[in-house]
């Protein structure tokens, strides 16, 4: 099995501890990006994978490219051009003051990517698995474009196809709004991931009875949405949800729902009182879920829980990264929470 992600890797720089922006004097730097943390939290767990980006010649995109092959991410498919790699800067919140992001990321390589760049005919020899999200269709045309030649050439192929939806209103800012460009690309998705939010704004899709305040929510509400997003997009086999419940900055319910068309899956829900870093959350659920549902192939169940399980261990590690084994994750599944030293 082999799996390709594509999207945009970036330079994050992120305030030390929970300062603000305007108090700090230094900045810690790391790289991350959603399909890239995919591809990095995949090969954690021993699975062949891929990265495709385009990232310009210069020092800090070598850095970036010698940060993903040490992980054991495959980068030879990256393709070059450009001036300047995106960057994000991330301000930690606490307690009632929520998490903040500010981009960097116009005129990066990326966004100014053209259809005809990348040899996908290449890019998916031997590949059974590819992956993106909604935030690559919402840097540039030229981007959204390049996805739906993959999508196309994957479908073409037979190659299983997943995607995140990942709605970020901050990015849709080229002319475009998410809502006439995802569906035509998530028409070509075989597994479908988003929230309550993701359904509404990128496929017009809007739950119903979900309350997501206060640290409650009622799985049982999705249904209807997984049905909606089925019956719009026929080629979709399952569609997945991640419930958070926002108490606080520090502290939310995590669990997740996968909807089979038939079935509707629920997982344990996990209570995370003291979040380290919950930015990458939601990739290493996509992660957790790939791997469960190539690695435990025909249990739905066991794929979803390990996808909720790896994700909770994520909020406990800094950066965009979950660098956690699946030993520890099925530790977790076994119901050992108790995080006591391994001696």
Known sequence: MRVVTFGEIMLRLATPGYLRFNQTDSLTATFGGGEANVAVSLANFGIPVDYVTRLPKNDI?????MDLRKFG????QIVYGGDRIGIYFLETGAVSRGSKVVYDRAHSAISEIKSGMIDWDKVFEGVNWFHWTGITPAISQGAADVCMEAIRKANEKGITV????NYRKNLWNYGKKAGEVMPELVAGTDVILGNEEDAEMVLGIKPEGVDVTGGHVDAAAYKSVSKQIMAKFPRCKKVITTLRGSINANHNSWSGVLWDGETLFEAPTYQITDIVD???GGDSFMTGLIYGLLTYAGDDQKALNFAVAASCLKHTIYGDYNRVTVDEVEKLMGGDASGRVAR
């Open 73 to 76: 991410v495959g980068v030879d």
């Open 162 to 165: 997943s995607c995140d939806l």
């Open 278 to 280: 919950r930015v990458g």
């Open 61 to 65: 995109a070598q850095s970036c490219v």
